[in-house]
């Protein structure tokens, strides 16, 4: 059985730097991960490039031979990437063993996690692969200022959740960027009393009964909890990532290993 990180989040959200930043880490402390870029429009990258969408098919390339925008270029490239799973990604996907451990950094474009398939269809084919998937919802603490932009960054996760139907951890991501964190710290992990009566009092009264009804939606899904990353520290990477692996099961399939000993030896 492989693993797989499925990187989503909006354009801008680190979603490439995190990729690198759990590269470096896993390297340090000697464990072996795969990046994967499938963002057709990308261009550096600071980690080993194990994948890369654009052999199949580049931005760059669409835009000049179609005459399509940047957007439009972008959504027939992952159009093209759907259209080819049983041959491109199936070829490549071969080339790893059952335990490799693959992360898959994905475009911004909010559609693509949304309402459109294309990465529905992705995820299970990598699930007809036998690979277990997570998916890793980025989003910029910077964002995160005030009640109204936390639950639009909860909507837009809790789209995501659906449409995809995958083990899901939520980021708040560029935490180091942060001046100051007691006001990030009041969403990681928030009571909805208290984010209802924030809601009402930023808006209107016609919108109570609404405001009520997304902190209830946020509540039963348990979206409102966000694990914050610190690139400085690698605590806060290690802890993530022990997030993501519990909840796609990676290690639990490990031979126990008992070190030998010598009785003569007590």
């Given amino acids: 059985m492989g693993y797989a990180q499925l990187v989503i989040g909006p354009a801008g959200s680190g979603k490439s730097t995190y990729c ?12 072996s991960i795969n990046i994967v870029n499938l963002d057709p429009a990308a261009e550096n990258f600071d980690y080993p490039v194990a994948m ?17 925008g940047p957007n439009g270029g972008l959504m027939y490239c992952m159009e093209h990437l759907e259209e080819n799973l049983d041959d491109w990604l199936t070829e490549e996907l ?16 909010i559609e693509l996690f949304s309402h459109v398939p294309v990465l529905k269809n992705f995820v299970e084919h990598l699930r007809r692969k036998n690979f ?15 009640v109204t932009k936390f639950i639009s960054g909860c909507m837009a996760s809790l789209s995501a959740m659906v449409q995809l139907e995958l083990p899901h951890v939520n980021i708040l991501s560029k935490m180091d960027l942060v001046t100051n964190k007691r006001d990030i710290e009041n969403y ?23 405001n009520k009804s997304l902190i209830e939606l ?6 409102v909890s966000f694990l914050p990353l610190d690139l400085r520290k690698e605590s806060s990477i290690q802890y993530i990532l ?9 290690g639990e399939d490990a031979d126990v290993k008992v070190k030998d000993f010598d009785p003569e030896d007590d």
């Fill in 218 to 223: 946020v509540d039963q899904y348990s979206m």
């Fill in 94 to 109: 071969d080339n790893y063993l059952d335990d490799d451990y693959l992360v898959f950094d994905c475009p911004g474009q």
């Fill in 20 to 31: 690198s930043s759990l590269y470096q880490h896993c390297e340090t402390v000697g464990r």
């Fill in 242 to 250: 022990s997030q993501i692996d519990n909840s796609i099961q990676y």
């Fill in 132 to 146: 277990n998937v997570c998916a890793v919802y980025l989003l910029d603490s910077q964002f995160i200022t005030d």
């Fill in 52 to 68: 890369d969408i654009r052999e199949l098919i580049s931005l760059e390339d669409v835009m000049e031979e179609l005459g399509l």
């Fill in 188 to 210: 990681l992990d928030p009571e909805p009393r208290t984010l209802l009566a924030e809601l009402n009092q930023r808006m209107a009264p016609q919108f109570e009964k609404l």
